[in-house]
């Protein structure tokens, strides 16, 4: 009877090393170690220079608890085109030779002298721009500060054929209004109500309310405004600045847009 235990015991030991062994191998050509306890709790850092999993210098990828699944070697990437590798992938800079080693630390110590002459570059840059005299002309608009526009104030904003639908624009041109409180104010957006009807929605304050975004080129101050009717030479060379992207789809042409005028 106590043969027959033991004989039980044994082949359920079998049994489970055999389902451990398929779990790991099917595990890992999943592309994945076996999850279990020492596998889940084993933290970055903790094979570095040894497997690639859980080395310090692996990054970017695909990660799983802490692990690198697949990424590549940040240490060897500025040296050598195959940096990429998998959880299980033998450490490539313990295959280099004294040779290869002391080449990889030229190559950082160039990259070093390289950084340095950037960072005296882009030092000088700031120097110069902190030298240099500019005068009082309106900020780029995605420079503009959330609360730019305040309710009250007065604006002026440019209506063009394409930015509405057929037969609902009645005024084309910069259009005089007043900022009000509406839809995301000091958050993005600008509500307005114009002076007098610009579109046919009669239903949104007779024709004269509208809005924009914070960021938009066609909607300014009042005093901006007037600022480049003084500088007509400034406006389309700051508007083309600004016009950088589509305005949620919409492309508008610099040269088509009236220059501001008293």
Known sequence: MEEAWDEFNQTVKNTSDAVRDLSKAMSETMGEPLWDDETRS??????????????VYTSTGTWKYDCCLDGCCNLLSSYHPNCDV?????????????????????SKECQIVSERKA?????SEIQILKELTVDDCPPLPHNRECDHFNIGDRVMNYAAKKMFAEHCCLRLGWISGTVVDGYRHHD??????????????YEYEQG????SGVSIPFILLE???????S???RFLPWLKLACVHDFNGLKIVPESVETPHV
């Open 42 to 55: 084993r933290k970055h850092g903790s094979t570095t220079f040894e497997t690639c999993g859980w080395c």
């Open 86 to 106: 998998k959880w299980g992938t033998k450490c490539f800079i313990k295959n280099l030779g004294q040779k290869d080693i002391e080449d990889f630390i030229r």
């Open 119 to 123: 960072i005296a570059r882009t030092e």
């Open 188 to 201: 993005g957006c600008v509500s307005f109500i114009a002076d007098e009807p610009f579109h046919a929605n």
């Open 208 to 211: 004269k309310g509208s809005g």
């Open 223 to 229: 005093s901006e405004y007037k600022w480049f009717a």
């Open 231 to 233: 500088h007509p030479d």
